[in-house]
């Protein structure tokens, strides 16, 4: 895939790499300090299979993880701990599965996710509407009584 645009823009602590084909998390995302200051990460068009475990300790500031067009089977429990993340789009993947810890992310306005055969009867994408995206987690991971 043809690169794009790669970059860390300190000022608004914002890293993208759109469209380079990488495999996986760039290493300048999981060391300090880029890891605790990141507030956006956009990393669509890439071949990206898997998120670090522990992301919610180590984007502790992110609000924005912009995922679309990537190969991620799976998104970690520890997402649960990103706690001012308000944008999580993950359309175009190959994901088998939504964890129930997404119904901790109270801060979460959008959500972009493709249909996912007997969890999401349909692509979901919702934008700045946390109430509509805490129905659809009441919908998919009923509280247990």
């Known amino acids: 895939m043809a690169a794009s ?6 000022e608004n602590k914002s890293y993208s790499a ?4 990488i495999k ?3 290493k300048e995302l999981l060391c300090p300090p880029i890891c605790h200051d990141v507030r956006r990460i956009k990393l669509p068009g890439n071949e990206i299979k898997d998120l670090p475990s522990n992301i ?11 995922l679309d067009v990537n190969k991620l089977r799976y998104i970690p429990e520890s997402v649960c701990d990103l706690k001012k993340l308000e944008s999580l789009h993950v ?3 190959k994901l088998k599965s939504l964890t129930p810890s997404l119904a901790k992310l109270t801060n979460l306005k959008s959500f972009n996710c493709d249909q996912i055969e007997g ?8 934008v700045n509407n946390p109430t509509e995206i805490r129905q ?6 009923p509280q247990k009584t």
Not at 5 to 10: A, E, Q
């Open 91 to 93: 359309n175009g993947n």
């Open 24 to 26: 996986e998390i760039p």
């Open 119 to 126: 969890v999401l009867p349909e692509r979901v994408k919702i």
């Open 18 to 21: 759109i469209g380079w084909g």
């Open 56 to 66: 919610g300790t180590l984007w502790t500031e992110l609000r924005e993880l912009l």
């Open 136 to 141: 659809l987690w009441d919908k998919l991971f």
């Open 5 to 10: 645009t790669r970059w860390w823009d300190f």
